[in-house]
């Protein structure tokens, strides 16, 4: 498998899940404006859609958007529990929050990367937000992963679009339990492993 990423992006997400499978694969950095890749290729070419993360199969299929792609990954190893059977309920709840971070969290603070967009138009953006962050909190105080006891790919995805807040000027610190949830998740020896693999692949012009 090869696996198309930019920094400070939402591929961190199946980056982790990688990792935290064990699996082989090779590691592509794209340059997001120019969309050339660390290869020397046009990475329109691999995704017409122009934006990471994109998952290239060894059959030479490529997978597109992150919530299929974790969902994908989790299944080539489903004795890991990071995505339990598809069919059951608590496979549904999963799918529930990959929904809701990628609508209310990942989508929900694009706005805030516009620096050209007015104050008071920024600061509607955060009181959305912020109320989608009171919902996680809640959820938090009650387990230490959304799911409960256990780490699935739905806290990837959140633990990703979660550290893009501070470029964004949003403090996490006002919530207790996001802030224990993140400390936890940098800690674990996938994501450390991941970000050292990215920093390891030098930027693309």
Same mark, same amino acid.
């Given at each position: 498998? #090869?696996?198309?990423?930019?920094?400070?992006?939402?591929?961190?997400?199946?980056?982790?899940?990688?990792?935290?499978?064990?699996?082989?694969?090779?590691? %592509?950095?794209?340059?997001?404006?120019? #969309?050339?890749?660390?290869?020397?290729?046009?990475?329109?070419?691999?995704?017409? #859609?122009? +934006?990471?993360?994109?998952?290239?199969?060894?059959?030479?299929?490529?997978?597109?958007?992150?919530?299929?792609?974790?969902? +994908?990954?989790?299944?080539?190893?489903?004795?890991?529990?990071?995505?339990?059977?598809?069919?059951?309920?608590?496979?549904?709840?999963?799918?529930?929050?990959?929904?809701?971070?990628?609508?209310?969290?990942?989508?929900?603070?694009?706005?805030?990367?516009?620096?050209?967009?007015?104050?008071?138009?920024?600061?509607?953006?955060?009181?959305?937000?912020?109320?989608?962050?009171?919902?996680?909190?809640?959820?938090?105080?009650?387990?230490? +992963?959304?799911?409960?006891?256990?780490?699935? %790919?739905?806290?990837?995805?959140?633990?990703?679009?979660?550290?893009?807040?501070?470029?964004?000027?949003?403090?996490?610190?006002?919530?207790?339990?996001?802030?224990? +949830?993140?400390?936890?998740?940098?800690?674990?020896?996938?994501?450390?492993?991941?970000?050292?693999?990215?920093?390891?692949?030098?930027?693309?012009?």
């Amino acid at each position: 498998m #090869k696996l198309y990423f930019a920094p400070d992006t939402c591929s961190l997400s199946p980056h982790i899940v990688l990792q935290e499978l064990g699996l082989a694969y090779d590691l %592509v950095r794209v340059n997001n404006r120019t #969309k050339r890749t660390s290869e020397g290729g046009d990475f329109l070419a691999v995704n017409p #859609k122009g +934006y990471v993360a994109a998952l290239q199969l060894d059959s030479g299929e490529v997978l597109t958007e992150g919530p299929a792609l974790l969902q +994908y990954l989790a299944d080539l190893s489903p004795e890991a529990g990071l995505a339990l059977a598809n069919g059951t309920l608590v496979r549904t709840r999963l799918q529930e929050w990959l929904n809701f971070i990628t609508s209310e969290i990942h989508a929900g603070s694009s706005p805030l990367f516009n620096a050209d967009r007015p104050e008071t138009a920024r600061e509607i953006f955060r009181a959305r937000l912020f109320k989608r962050f009171d919902l996680i909190e809640t959820t938090l105080a009650q387990h230490p +992963y959304l799911m409960g006891s256990s780490f699935t %790919v739905a806290d990837a995805y959140l633990f990703t679009v979660l550290t893009w807040m501070p470029k964004l000027s949003v403090d996490l610190g006002g919530w207790a339990n996001i802030t224990g +949830y993140m400390e936890r998740i940098a800690a674990r020896s996938s994501v450390i492993a991941a970000l050292a693999r990215e920093a390891d692949v030098p930027p693309v012009v």
